[in-house]
């Protein structure tokens, strides 16, 4: 009686632990500390751009530039879990490349499910654990 006691309390442990470690806790990397800093997706940079997609990180609330529209919005970041919230941009028209950028980077936001970070820099990943924004600091003026 003993032995099944045991042997059932190990199981319901097992049973816990496996619960625990399917849970989605983020991909591997370092949880970014993101309030009060400014990053831009030099991967959105074109030949045509001026300055490429901005996102600047304030205690709950971001703002930046798509590349066309300014914009504005909440976000929460739980260790690596992140998400955004509540945003508005303004609808202005830009030309066709400006537009392009801004369209992909906005859908990549809105995929975000976790952040990590790499030193400096900032990578946001959709659900499936791809990556979906790589973020630099800020280089004003810069499309590189």
């Known amino acids: 009686m003993q032995q099944w006691k045991f042997g059932a309390a ?5 049973i ?13 990397g370092d949880v970014p500390a993101l309030e009060g800093k400014t990053f831009m997706w030099a991967e959105g940079a ?10 600047a990180f304030e ?10 529209n300014s914009f504005t919005g909440g976000y929460k970041l739980e260790g690596k879990a992140i998400s955004f919230t509540n945003f508005a941009m303004t609808m202005r028209m830009c030309g066709p490349a ?10 990549a936001l809105g995929k975000a499910r976790f952040a990590t970070a790499e030193g400096e820099n900032v ?17 004003p003026g810069r499309c590189d």
């Open 98 to 107: 400006f537009m392009d950028v801004e369209q992909r980077f906005t859908a």
């Open 59 to 68: 205690k709950d609330r971001v703002s930046g530039n798509g590349g066309c």
């Open 10 to 14: 190990l199981g319901a442990c097992a």
């Open 16 to 28: 816990l632990l496996t619960g625990c470690a399917t849970a989605p806790s983020g991909p591997a």
């Open 123 to 139: 990578t946001l990943w959709g659900e499936d654990m791809q990556p979906v924004l790589k973020l630099v600091p800020e280089r």
């Open 46 to 55: 074109n030949s045509e751009c001026e300055i490429p997609p901005t996102i």
